[in-house]
């Protein structure tokens, strides 16, 4: 196991990506972050007459999450913690999962479902404001597109009073059958309806103009024409002054782990081209509409607009 003293970040992220190329798991013993307060990444600091490098756990868990590894403490002692990069089995991953079958690749038994996104502080914080942003306690008719097992309506259940909630309508419609179902389980309420339809006939439902469209990870898979869909839901789904949350997925999930950046095919390393292209259309398109746009968010990039008519 290899000692970290004054080694700076260039020379222990080399030796971190040669030794993971041959092992599983990697064992380090570092400075412990909680040595002193206020000190910087980089400050350097004596301590039993030896120069040490000041990183925090923030740090060591970034450089965890660029080499696709889990950070494990191993050891905590006063002055220093042995930590593991454990590597990322990246075929364990949603991204990679066969079952099809019945369009349930998102459904009950899928990896995906075991995800809760609402657990992620970067999820949930950022969804949080966008929710605050837009209102939520004046909407009354929320249509939620890819609602999988209806995670997104947790929060705004959470967030406003049991009064509120009952004088809303909220409807989430999904390709899964077995997700669906679930969700029924889930909100068992009058005012929580839930469709296993195809968003791509959404005119078959007859749905009711919504003022609040939330929309998370959903509008970009492949099945869907992007634009032309997200214009046909802002001109014949939403009111004229209604509310639009749009969650633009950048990250991966793999093994376990949320890991920051969209992957593009053909790059072996995160390339965000297309995410933000599509962003940009969206921010574009609904300012023209005479709405007031906001992009917040991390691991997911939250578009959120307002009518200003």
């Known amino acids: 196991m290899k000692k970290i003293t004054n080694e700076?970040?260039?020379?222990?992220?080399?030796?971190?990506?040669?030794?993971?190329?041959?092992?599983?798991?990697?064992d380090i013993e570092i400075l412990n972050p909680n040595i002193k307060d206020n000190i910087y990444a980089g400050e350097r600091l004596q301590l039993n007459n030896q120069e040490f490098i000041y990183r925090s756990y923030k740090s060591w868990s970034d450089l965890a999450e660029i080499l696709f590894c889990k950070l494990l403490i191993i050891k905590l002692d006063e002055n220093s913690v042995q930590i593991r990069f454990q590597k990322l089995n990246k075929i364990d991953s949603f991204h990679n999962d066969v079952n099809d079958e019945r369009n349930e690749k998102y459904g009950e038994d899928s990896i995906f479902f075991r995800i809760n996104k609402n657990e992620e502080p970067s999820f949930l914080y950022a969804y949080m404001n966008t929710l605050k942003n837009v209102k939520i306690e004046e909407k009354r008719n929320i249509l939620n597109l890819g609602i999988n097992k209806a995670d997104e309506f947790e929060i705004i259940k959470n967030l406003v009073d049991k009064d509120c909630l009952n004088q809303m309508n909220l409807v989430g419609i999904d390709y899964s059958s077995s997700a669906i179902e679930f969700a029924r389980n889930r909100f068992p309420h009058e005012n929580f309806i839930f469709y296993n339809h195809d968003i791509n006939k959404l005119e078959e439902l007859n749905l009711k103009k919504c003022d609040?469209?939330?929309?998370?990870?959903?509008?970009?898979?492949?099945?869907?024409?992007?634009?032309?869909?997200?214009?046909?839901?802002?001109?014949?789904?939403?009111?004229d002054k209604g509310s639009i949350i749009l969650g633009f997925p950048n990250c991966r999930w793999i093994n376990g782990e949320m890991i920051y950046g969209a992957k593009a095919a053909n790059y072996s390393y995160s390339e965000q081209s297309v995410l933000y292209k599509d962003v940009y259309f969206c921010k574009k398109y609904l300012q023209q509409k005479k709405y007031r746009v906001t992009l917040t968010g991390k691991n997911y990039l939250f578009l959120t607009a307002t009518s200003i008519k």
């Open 8 to 26: 700076n970040m260039f020379e222990i992220v080399l030796y971190l990506e040669n030794e993971l190329k041959n092992f599983n798991e990697v």
């Open 212 to 239: 609040l469209l939330i929309s998370i990870g959903t509008l970009q898979s492949s099945g869907l024409n992007f634009k032309l869909l997200f214009m046909d839901l802002i001109q014949n789904y939403l009111e």
